[in-house]
């Protein structure tokens, strides 16, 4: 099968292939369609995906035929353009460059100036007429194909560069003459030489094909596989290499290189958006050495700027720019993210990509799109990633709290973050790690950082632009991030930071504003977020064109308030246990378990009854018309244990037990393996007074609301860990005498169910059976995981990661459901309880229940519902209408 497509020039573009992402990478598929569009587009190749797969699986060959194949191409590339690659008069240049299916910023390696030697500097220099342009290119090829390719260290080549520099007195590198990068390659080529022991490449095929290999070598990298573990990208997809005609932004006063956007990414408003440099190549811009300038004249005066914008320098590319721009959204009905450069006044087109975009931004073009014609409503609810949505639910910077501004940055994610500042990666992980917030302060960020980028509240730099790493990785991330800052200085070795006149250190507490740029010390006050709007007209939509419904996972009343406001229609989970921690009550628990009798159990169990009927009813006002599933009690007794004497002796105190006394009772209790122990319907089975018990409160408190406004929830009791059909029948008995007996007690009747959990494997097995006892089941997906894959929850972030790492789960099956073993016995189970029980209810409850694969999987077996907790409730709201669509 074809695995090398051409594009621009008189290629012809009928190929479906080629504009398949998965074939020929992102990258790759968009200039086959832009050049098919008509757009003006560097011609090129681009090397399939599969080339990579097959590369890194037989040990780095490249068949014959591949290597037919591109030289073909790179024919298709010189006929284009009418020079010849490696020429001594007029070289063709190339750009090598890589291109997965979904891009991964600056994760990957490119190669600009490819085909430069010491003959074809030549005679670049002298069909350019620019010489200077010529070494520049040279010295600019040297560096980066040093660092990509033979693997040196860029430190070296960049000091030589600031030493050069510096011998000058020169403070930009657009003050060098042709002499002095003549020089600085000679240089260049010395430390070549003395690093590797050989002269730097002059064959300019074995230019390529190196260049080719260390693409392919990137997509396994240790910063590519650390984004794709992030990001949830499969190991296994490759990368494609893109080869095309290189153009130059660095020809002089009339060349540039830029990105631009054509909305706004951080806020979504419609207004174009980028920045370029003038004379410069694409590295330039991203690297954050020099400091771009803004692409329009509004942006510029804006920020009260200086250097002129692009639409005041070079008002026609710029207006062809602009075309382009209403070209590629109409054709694509999206945002889009654009690489260009200017060469000698022509516009070129290196890249479009659907851009990355802040939730914020997400919401406002899918709403603002659909206001537009460009797309439709399923088509808005399609685009905005669910888990996006998170960044919007959580606090703002209260507008009105005093802040005590620092410096002022660039805006470069938004969001509020306050945390303590932390300088490097590295600290920024270990010390979130052990639950601090923390804010990552830096120069400039690279791939490098990621982690602690992950690990950190908020980022901010020194140093860098809008599309600086920092700023891209933070926006995707969704980690706040001021970039750019100006007056932060750092002190790597002492442990501190300047900012302005400030002096800090690591360890002190900063709030960052990444909605405008302000820095701030100490800690700023936050309030909850606007959940109208946008996020209200797109909830609305989903909530539309979604069929399951959505719970949440609450046992507290304010846990239960909030979920509400988000959109829950129930209760999908409310673990009683959780009643039981409060300081007060766990004394009264622990009595009750370590009692010797039934009498002391039901002495304990009387002081708690109260207590619980008031959560309860506090719980059924909120959720009043709803259905609330109660949960009985379900952990191991083993973990209400007391720790330590100071709680031995409090609780002999106040039961006037001896502690010794205490101390056996708890040694009999203690047990090897608890979460398969003494838990769960087993102790309502063995002692019935605990469920007694809860049942009563639920039934005392459910009257009482219907009693007080006439509007009752629906309880749903729930009961956990069952196995076989007569634990449940059992329980059920004991529940329905307790609503009897209440009932008669209250003279009046409230209707319930009771229902299981389904999580554990016999369960799921014997549902048909067992659904004879229950009017429904609730996947408990945390623990039928755990009990499936026979790996604990608790121990195993340990080895989990290193099993996503090297491809034995796709994700963390605690995280993301295991569809293929755990799914199969979700859909046998939900199979069977509806061939017994035609209107059994069905939901799901396990963290499963807020993950957007994981609930499109819920869609597909046909669940009633899915629960999650209160913040993931809207997140479960679009996933469950995505999954419908
Ligand atoms: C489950 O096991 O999936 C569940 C929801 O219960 P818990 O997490 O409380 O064990
Ligand atoms: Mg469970």
Redesign the pocket.
Known sequence: EQTVFTFGGDSSHTNARQKDKTVTGGKGANLAEMAAIGLPVPPGFTIATDECVRYLKDGGDFSSQLQDDVAQALKHIEKSVGKRFGDAVDPLLVSVRSGARVSMPGMMDTVLNLGLNDETVEGLATASGDPRFAWDSYRRFIQMYSDVVLGLDHGLFEEALEIAKEDKGFYNDTEMECEDWQALVAQYKAIVREQLGEDFPQDVHHQLWGAIRAVFDSWDSERAKVYRRLNDIPGDWGTAVNVQAMVFGNMGETSATGVAFTRDPATGEKAYYGEYLINAQGEDVVAGIRTPQYLTKAAREAAGAKPLSMEEAMPDAYAELVQVFELLERHYRDMQDIEFTVERGKLWMLQTRSGKRTAKAALKLAVDMVGEGLIDEKTAILRVDPMALDQLLHPTLDPDAPRDVLTTGLPASPGAASGRIVLDADTAEQWSHRGEKVILVRVETSPEDIHGMHAAQGILTARGGMTSHAAVVARGMGRPCVSGAPGVSIDLKNRTLRIGERELSEGDTLTLDGGNGQVMAGHVATIEPELAGDFGTLMEWADKHRRMKVRTNAETPADCRMARQFGAEGIGLCRTEHMFFDARRIRAVREMILADSEKGRRAALAKLLPEQRADFREIFEVMAGLPCTIRLL?PPLHEFLPHGDAEFAELADATGLGVDHLKRRAGELHEFNPMLGHR?CRLGITYPEIYEMQARAIFEAVCDVAEASGAAPLPEIMI??VATKRELALLRELIDRIAAEVFAEKGREVAYLVGT?I?LPRAALMAGEIAEEARFFSF?T???TQTTLGVSRDDSARFLAQYVDRGIFARDPFVSLDIDGVGQLVEIAAKRGRATRGDIKLGIC?EHGGDPASIAFCEQVGLDYVSASPYRVPIARLAAAQAAL
């Open positions: 379900d769960g956990p860990l959990m999580e408990g945390n623990d039928l396990g």
